[in-house]
């Protein structure tokens, strides 16, 4: 059986057809990527008009800060619990509409939406509702179970305040594919299982979980690479990396140090510091992690 393959007859149109996704990876990925190396081996003022090669003295300075450190420390605390909520409460809520036949559809439709909220859209929202003053919760909290909610004074609020409102808002993105994986697992399988005895957990457990890993490891990829770049809008609009530096992840810390603190040289530094940590955490996932994957 012969293979059908598409044949060009004008040997410059694959690479015309390439050329918009190549120029766009080009001009907003690598030239950017390689000016962020280029100004992280610099000193520069305020207005980028007068740099100093410095080497790798902005590297050398950023592992010797204890700010720096506390960020990684941060951020690392930050990231596993915003995965771990984000990809738990979509299984459960996935789980929970494959079980629905007539609701179902509905059901999915109003999981979705909050997909469409923009990340500081939804950082603000759930600052108002943990405001200490207007909010609804600390009043909850205060009057049910007798807790003084305070995110602007207490570290730990305040990074629940942020672990919830990143995880809120991927949550609608896991449970889309959650639920197509749900779906393409055979029911012949767990009907099996259930006739021989097996109960709900045990089906989830040796069945339906194994079979989703494929799922499950390409959410795992995209949720920290989420929680690591695109989380900067919910704590620019919920805590700005306070109170004492509690929330101020890497990404954020980037911010301040090039745009508020104008340091070129040291915001450069931790952006490639940053790239270089997502690019190895994603190669040991897909070397070691994927092994336990069932396809």
């Known amino acids: 059986m012969q293979t059908k393959r598409t044949i060009f007859g004008n040997k410059g149109l694959p690479y015309l057809l390439l050329a918009p996704q190549l120029i766009i990876t080009g001009i907003f990925f690598l030239w950017p990527a390689a000016q962020a190396v280029r100004q992280s081996f610099l000193r520069e003022d305020a207005f980028g008009l007068n740099f100093t090669f410095v080497g790798w003295r902005n590297y050398e300075r950023l592992l010797d800060s204890p700010e720096y450190l506390n960020a990684i420390k941060v951020t690392v605390i930050f990231s596993i619990?915003?995965?771990?909520?984000?990809?738990?409460?979509?299984?459960?809520?996935?789980?929970?509409?494959?079980?629905?036949?007539?609701?179902?559809?509905?059901?999915?439709?109003?999981?979705?939406?909050?997909?469409?909220?923009?990340?500081?859209?939804?950082?603000?929202?759930?600052?108002?509702?943990?405001?200490?003053?207007?909010?609804?919760?600390?009043?909850?909290?205060?009057?049910w179970f007798g807790y003084d909610w305070n995110h602007l004074l207490t570290p730990s609020d305040a990074m629940i305040l942020v672990v919830v409102a990143a995880a809120w808002k991927?949550?609608?993105?896991?449970?889309?594919?959650?639920?197509?994986?749900?779906?393409?697992?055979?029911?012949?399988?767990?009907?099996?299982?259930?006739?021989?005895?097996?109960?709900p957990f045990k089906r989830f457990w040796t069945i339906t979980l194994p079979l989703l890993?494929?799922?499950?490891?390409?959410?795992?990829?995209?949720?920290?690479?989420?929680?690591?770049?695109?989380?900067f809008a919910v704590i620019d609009a919920t805590t700005e990396g306070g109170p004492a530096q509690a929330t101020n992840i890497l990404v954020y810390k980037v911010f301040r140090d090039g745009f508020v603190g104008l340091n070129f040289g040291s915001s450069a530094a931790q952006s490639v510091i940053l790239m270089g940590l997502v690019i190895v955490l994603t190669v040991i996932q897909f070397r070691f992690v994927e092994r336990r994957v069932t396809y």
Request: charged share 10%; no cysteine; proline share 5%.
């Open 81 to 143: 619990s915003t995965v771990i909520l984000a990809l738990g409460v979509s299984l459960v809520l996935a789980l929970a509409v494959d079980r629905m036949i007539r609701s179902g559809r509905a059901y999915t439709t109003l999981l979705v939406w909050p997909y469409a909220v923009a990340p500081a859209v939804a950082g603000i929202l759930w600052w108002f509702i943990f405001n200490p003053t207007i909010g609804i919760m600390p009043y909850v909290l205060e009057n």
């Open 170 to 199: 991927q949550i609608s993105y896991n449970f889309l594919f959650f639920v197509a994986g749900l779906q393409s697992i055979p029911n012949s399988l767990r009907e099996a299982a259930a006739i021989d005895g097996a109960g």
């Open 213 to 231: 890993s494929p799922t499950t490891f390409f959410l795992l990829v995209v949720n920290i690479v989420y929680t690591l770049f695109e989380t």
